[in-house]
């Protein structure tokens, strides 16, 4: 695994031994809780080097690397005029540098503590698209953290009284003694009506904060100060009309130095679904690397048994994950998933979050990241295309373009059921979820602008245009960062770097500010970049519907997922009954495993996914023993 956790002290100073140990405990805390107390190889753990820790008499940060994988890079003081190089590493016991920084993922140029505090836009505008950044300066008693613009890299932090954590992952801040955990309204409003969708810089508790992409924080004794490098909401639309030809023929090159600056070279691996996005990415890989793409795709136990068609998953994948293998000449690998190592999954990836998440989806993506860490260091995948390119199914649904409310969340009426009555009255679910999308929006629209475009009928070509600039605004600010923090936690815990060509910084300012009548011309998702594919991949991958990331229609997962809640059902004092209804969570169960659909989140999570959200918010809860306040 790689990740970083620190604390700073700021009013008076520590023994230096002492916050190197708090820092250490940080880190052993977060690997203890994914469960690497067991034998290293049952956990894809094996690989993973000692510490490093740096410190002194206010600050001290730990830091947990893969070796032979460069995700982090620490550049101490004594190395930081000289020029930034692939992988500083540092000897495995403590220093005391003046100044250190610390940067995890790929950056194109790391700069020194210093220059991050003295032009911090511009020293991160040089870093690339995918990064987080911690620099410490004692002198002037600073703590400077970063966020890559698209929200890929995650940097948590706590803060307080005179103590601040900061961390890579937020299960290291759970364990250090100085952590008060806290969940007030909004917190519980997320977690019961959003999740695991949070707002941007929502940490679920108090005082627990999450950077938000494209920006940066200034921690002193003075307080904190916040500020913004790079936002979608600055770059404004194109004025001048546009052809699809043309539109082709700058995303094209975009697209393709995108893939080769992820490849960095040595690169030559890639997820593969059969769908538009990973066929791309395959393709455009196999014009660079010297030998055959290395492809890996996920299927589950009996999948060709109990798999049947639905709205959102219309087809397997197989048939055309078969065909772009035999296009490219690629070595295939396909990771078979069975119901039983799913449900073993649900708690490692409850913690690899953090919080509580996408259950059997995250699962599954652990379990596949877990098999292709053991031949691969980095991989492309193809995160990014939908949110960018207009992919999404609600894009076109009308309800969506209405913007009445986020369009992930259409049976929000049916998971609201679930909760006490007594809880809903006081906590107004309702209300916080208007009040959070109407937030969304105007962050894009003036609010006299959002309100005529609210009232303004359907068929006006400007109207129409603004409508799917706010949905793709919504979709790459808030849907994508759940599906960029799953692909974070689930990858890099096992050291697996997986490079995401379609979030690239310059592809992306170019594709959004194009119009999204060309984006998806006709009403055809992803209409763009399918012309733009045209001899690249071939005809029936350009032409097949969007399929989402797999999963299991086994009857087996949903007949565990039922079997672990009669068991928590049997237990009066379990945290989760103090806000869900006990009597409506059996009455669903019951109907196991064969329930109503219920699609309670985006495209895949079901009726058997809401039980094991809930599940796992009661392990999260159990686990944290949060005090309330209502």
Do not use: C
């Amino acid at each position: 695994m790689d990740a970083f956790a620190g604390v700073i002290a700021f009013d008076s100073p520590a023994p230096t031994e002492r916050l190197a140990r708090e820092a250490t405990m940080m880190l052993d805390g977060l690997r203890s809780r994914l469960g690497s107390t067991e034998p290293p190889a049952a956990h894809g753990l094996r690989r993973t080097a000692a510490m490093t820790v740096i410190a002194d008499d206010r600050a001290a940060v730990a830091i947990l690397r893969h070796p032979d994988r460069p995700l982090i890079r620490i550049l101490p003081d004594e190395e930081a005029d000289g020029p930034p190089s692939r992988d500083r590493r540092l000897q495995e016991n403590p220093l005391t540098p003046r100044r250190w920084a610390l940067w995890l993922g790929h950056p194109l140029a790391a700069a020194p503590p210093e220059a991050l505090l003295a032009d911090p836009v511009l020293a991160l505008l040089a870093a690339g698209s995918d990064f987080a950044v911690v620099a410490w300066d004692p002198a002037q008693k600073t703590l400077f953290l970063a966020r890559d613009p698209l929200g890929y890299r995650p940097v948590w932090g706590y803060r307080h009284a005179d103590t601040l954590l900061f961390a890579s992952d937020p299960a290291a801040l759970f364990v250090h003694p100085a952590f008060r955990p806290r969940l007030g309204p909004e917190g519980l409003n997320v977690l019961f009506a959003l999740g695991p969708y949070r707002p941007p810089e929502h940490g679920l508790l108090e005082d627990v904060f999450q950077l938000r992409p494209g920006t940066y924080r200034l921690e002193s004794p003075a307080g904190t100060k916040r500020g913004t490098y790079w936002s979608l909401a600055g770059l404004p639309p194109l004025e001048r009309p546009m052809k699809t030809e043309e539109a082709v023929e700058a995303v094209l090159p975009l697209l393709r130095a995108a893939v080769r600056r992820a490849a960095g070279g040595d690169v030559t691996a890639a997820f593969l679904s059969g769908g538009l996005d990973s066929s791309a990415l395959v393709a455009l890989l196999a014009e660079i690397v010297p030998r055959p793409v290395e492809t890996f795709s996920v299927e589950y136990e009996d999948n060709e048994r109990f798999f049947h068609p639905t709205a959102t998953v219309p087809e397997r994948d197989s048939p055309y994950i078969g065909e772009m293998v035999r296009h490219t000449k690629s070595r295939h690998t396909t990771v078979v998933l069975d119901a039983d190592a799913l449900l073993g999954a649900l708690e490692r990836s409850l913690w690899a979050r953090g919080l509580p998440g996408m259950a059997d989806i995250d699962a599954a993506l652990i379990l596949f990241a877990e098999a292709v860490a053991q031949s691969r260091r980095a991989v492309l995948s193809g995160e990014g295309a939908d949110e960018l390119f207009g992919g999404y199914p609600w894009t076109f649904d009308p309800e969506a373009r209405a913007l009445a409310a986020f369009p992930w969340a259409k049976n929000i009426d049916r998971r609201l059921q679930y909760l006490r009555p007594d809880v809903r009255a006081i906590l107004a679910p309702d209300v916080y979820l208007r009040a959070s999308w109407q937030e969304a929006l105007l962050e894009l629209a003036p609010p006299a602008a959002l309100r005529a475009l609210q009232a303004t009928p359907d068929g006006d070509p400007e109207a129409e245009e603004a409508r799917l600039r706010l949905l793709g605004y919504v979709n790459l600010t808030r849907w994508g960062t759940v599906l960029l923090e799953r692909k974070d936690r689930m990858t890099r815990l096992f050291g697996l770097d997986a490079r995401l060509p379609f979030l690239d910084r310059p592809l992306v300012e170019a594709v959004w500010r194009l119009p999204w009548s060309l984006k998806v011309a006709g009403g055809r998702p992803k209409a763009l970049l399918r012309e733009a594919l045209a001899g690249i991949v071939p005809a029936s991958i350009r032409a097949r519907r969007k399929s989402p990331f797999p999963k299991t229609f086994h009857p087996r997962f949903a007949e565990g997922v039922r079997a672990l809640a009669e068991a928590r059902l049997r237990t009066a004092e379990a945290p989760l009954w103090t806000w869900i209804d006990r009597d409506a969570f059996a009455r669903l169960i019951a109907t196991f495993p064969n329930p109503e659909p219920f699609p309670w989140f985006g495209q895949l999570l079901d009726a058997p996914g809401w039980v094991a959200y809930l599940l796992a918010v009661d392990r999260w809860l159990d686990a944290l023993r949060p005090s309330v306040r209502l």
